[in-house]
Each structure stands twice: as C-alpha cells, then as structure tokens.
T-cell receptor, first 117, second 119 residues
C-alpha cells in the first residue's frame, strides 16, 4: 500500500511523560503536514515541512511540541511533558505539486490517537 | 482571516433521500482552493473533491454533486439517493494558493457535519 502511514495508531500515556509519533508520507511527496483533531472538531493545522525544511508552525504548537523531518522522508512529532489537554487524534498528511498540480490536495494517514491520563 | 463554517452539526436521513451539506467560507485570498473530505467511523480522512476558485462550474461525480457559488462564498455538497455507507462526518476545507502569502499549503477545516443514513 502506498498511502500515508502513521505509527502507533493508539498511545496511552501518563501526564508528564514524553511521546513520539511517526509519519511515513506517500513516496516522493515533498510536503508533509501535521494536524490535531479533538472530539467533535475538524482537524487543526500544527506544522508542515517541504522536504526537510519546517516552513510553518501554528500558534497551537507550544514549546512542548517539536517536529522533525530529517531526511525529507518520514517525520516525527514529539510532545514533551504531556498534559491531559493534549489528548487528541494526531493526523499526518502529505502532498506533492508534481503529482496533483496543487500543494493543497492532501492525503491523510489513519492518525495516532493519544490519550493522556 | 480565513474561516470555514459548517452550520449543520448533525443530519439524519432515511436511505434514498437526497441530502445537502452546507459550507460557507471566508478568505481574503483572490485565488484559493476548496475541498470536501469524508471521515467514516474508521477515522481516516478521505479526499472527495478539490475546486479552484476560478472554476465555478458545478461538478457531479456519481451520486455526489457540488455547488460552488463565489457570490455567496458557499461550496455545498449534495448526495443523491443516500445510502447507509454514506454515513460519516463530512468536512469542508479551505486552502490558500501557493505564492499568495499567508498560510501557504495548510488546510482550514470546518467543524464537520455528521451524516447518519438510516436503512
């Protein structure tokens, strides 16, 4: 399957612990996005990368959040000192100008559901 | 500011009924894209359609049709002869066009409309 994959699918952690999520985009997609979705809401943009460069961060991305895409392929999202308010679905998406003639057509992964106890 | 409003939180219909999901957007961009995504109970967002702001032609794909009206900043989605498998949360989203400044690339989603189709 050549879709966007995310790991793990579910993560339960205790408040104060650090967690890291991984996203593997569609092969050769040069843009990768992270979104957060809480219950009953639409996805909210967190950050995105073009190749390995992180081009934009949302105000939602506090200092406890960090994202990397070291080689322009997979990406990781780390949350330090988790809080109960971090409980959400974390979605990854990728896109490619070459494939669709528009950066905005994004293909989403299945998400990682984080529960902070 | 950019914003997407989906005023209908939940809609329930009986199978074979037609249903329209409303979407109203706000943007200062002169060129932009609009999207609809489907999120079934499994959780994965599925891309349905992308519309360029220059193209106001309505589009039909099988039982799905989209009505884009720039004058009212609306991009409504109609499902004809709904089926149980259409039950999902549907999101409308707005994206800025590359090169026009502001948030380039990310999507701004509405809160979604939960559609329940009963047999």
């Amino acid at each position: 399957d050549t879709g966007v994959s995310q790991d793990p699918r579910h993560k339960i952690t205790k408040r104060g612990q650090n967690v890291t999520f991984r996203c593997d985009p569609i092969s050769e997609h040069n843009r990768l996005y992270w979104y957060r979705q809480t219950l009953g809401q639409g996805p909210e943009f967190l950050t995105y990368f073009q190749n390995e460069a992180q081009l934009e961060k949302s105000r939602l991305l506090s200092d406890r959040f960090s994202a990397e895409r070291p080689k322009g392929s997979f990406s990781t999202l780390e949350i330090q000192r988790t809080e109960q308010g971090d409980s959400a679905m974390y979605l990854c998406a990728s896109s490619s100008l070459a494939a669709t003639r528009s950066y905005n057509e994004q293909f989403f992964g299945p998400g990682t559901r984080l529960t902070v106890l | 500011a950019q914003k997407v409003t989906q005023a209908q939180t939940e809609i329930s219909v009986v199978e074979k009924e037609d249903v329209t999901l409303d979407c109203v957007y706000e943007t200062r961009d002169t060129t932009y894209y609009l999207f609809w995504y489907k999120q079934p109970p499994s959780g994965e967002l599925v891309f349905l359609i992308r519309r360029n702001s220059f193209d106001e032609q309505n589009e039909i794909s099988g039982r799905y049709s989209w009505n884009f009206q720039k004058s009212t900043s609306s991009f409504n989605f109609t499902i004809t002869a709904s089926q149980v498998v259409d039950s999902a949360v549907y999101f409308c989203a707005l994206g800025a066009t590359e090169g026009y400044g502001g948030s380039q690339g990310n999507l701004i989603f509405g809160k979604g409309t939960k559609l329940s189709v009963k047999p």
